[in-house]
């Protein structure tokens, strides 16, 4: 099939339903982009950043990865990063990854994909730097869940230590960057209680929520407890 028309439909009839209900919607959208949220997520087709959170266009700018990895050299995440910050002057970076991310799980059982396995070696510094946590934990459904909670916390660290994020905060711009997590079993979010407003407080709420991890059951395990 050359042509994709079903979605060629679906799409006009998207944007005749919210013309319906509010005519000057694409007008208004066209005309500015003034978001105050920077979302970095999973490239996963069933985490979609404005669904999630019941935002309209418009009101999230996103960047979208496989694992919601942060890395320095990625320019572009970092041309994200900036554009967000800088050119749109967001408030809140959100890092959300989900439970049972595909990715973590290929970092975790050291799976052979091919290319993507170089970009999931990050995943894997973080899987080493708790493997003692990771260790105690028998069931591999639950590790994976806790690894994907420990990633999202390590990824909001990076991009604290990104040159942009710590420029904004030198200049004084109100910037916070947050970790949450998703379930896809109940569609909701949970919060890693990792909130990182300027460079002093860092490495505190960086080690206060690898403690609250660490101490706690993620919704996944909670869930999987019950069943049992």
């Known amino acids: 099939m050359r042509s994709l028309t079903n979605l060629i439909e679906r799409n006009r009839a998207w944007a005749e339903k919210i013309t319906s209900r509010e005519p000057d919607f694409f007008r208004k959208l066209s005309e500015q982009q003034a978001p105050e949220y ?3 997520g999973c490239s996963d087709s069933r985490v979609s950043a404005n669904e999630i959170v019941n935002l309209p266009p418009g009101e999230m700018f996103v960047h979208r990865n496989v694992a919601n990895v942060v890395v320095h050299t990625d320019l572009n995440c970092l041309s994200a990063t ?10 809140h ?3 959300c990854g989900h439970y049972g991310c595909g990715g973590v799980k290929a970092a975790l059982q050291n799976q052979k994909l091919g290319l993507i ?3 999931l070696r990050h ?4 899987m080493r730097e708790h493997a003692a946590l990771l260790a105690e934990i028998g069931d591999e459904s639950d590790r994976i869940d806790k690894l994907c909670e420990l990633n999202i916390i ?7 230590q990104t040159t942009v994020v710590q420029s904004a905060w030198e200049r004084g711009q109100e910037l916070t960057v947050h970790g949450w997590i998703y379930a896809l079993t109940d569609g ?7 909130h990182i407003t300027n460079q002093e407080e860092m490495s505190t709420v960086y080690r206060n929520a690898i403690a609250a ?7 996944g395990e909670l869930s999987r407890q019950t069943a049992r």
Do not use: G, M, P
Not at 188 to 194: A, E, K, M, S
């Open 117 to 119: 396995d170089n970009w």
């Open 82 to 91: 900036q554009y967000a910050v800088e050119a749109l002057k967001v408030k």
């Open 154 to 160: 390590e990824q909001v660290y990076s991009v604290c």
């Open 123 to 126: 995943v894997q510094d973080v």
């Open 188 to 194: 909701h979010v949970q919060d890693l209680n990792i």
């Open 38 to 40: 920077f979302w970095i």
């Open 213 to 219: 991890v660490r101490q706690t059951k993620s919704s």
């Open 93 to 95: 970076i959100i890092v």
